[in-house]
């Protein structure tokens, strides 16, 4: 049985930072790309960060780049988000799914994927 849970969300202060686990069960994570993604009241799921199980590859939004990093640690099949000078736009439920696709597929249109349950990500200006 596959099952992704997020953790390590929380509430923070403009210009803070968070760091975000999926720990992924039942999938081998090798073959497997995994994204976050975030959806905010009232707005659209967004793509935020994704990587490739099989060779590191990684794919980020415009709205994230240069402040938050997607990790993976394969001997704790775990995948991190490190979020940096976080913003209050960055306010949302944080996700992490996993599908066998490339990261642009995954992070534009994640189709099929294993889902977690979210992670309440809070900025406080």
């Known amino acids: 049985q596959v099952q992704l849970v997020e953790s390590g969300g929380g509430l923070v202060q403009s210009g803070g930072s968070l760091r975000l686990s999926c720990a992924a069960s039942?999938?081998?994570?090798?073959?497997?790309?995994i994204g976050w993604f975030r959806q905010a009241p009232g707005k659209e799921r967004e793509g935020v960060a994704c990587?490739?199980?099989?060779?590191?590859?990684?794919e980020y939004s415009d709205s994230v780049k240069g402040r938050f990093t997607i990790s993976r640690d394969h001997a704790k099949n775990t995948v991190y988000l490190q979020m940096n000078n976080l913003k209050p736009e960055d306010t949302a439920v944080y996700y992490c799914?996993?599908?066998?696709?490339?990261?642009?597929?995954?992070?534009?249109?994640?189709?099929?994927?294993?889902w977690g349950q979210g992670t309440q990500v809070t900025v406080s200006s």
């Open positions: 799914a996993a599908e066998r696709t490339n990261v642009k597929a995954m992070c534009s249109m994640p189709q099929g994927a294993y």
């Open positions: 039942g999938l081998p994570m090798d073959f497997y790309t």
């Open positions: 990587i490739s199980g099989s060779d590191g590859s990684v």
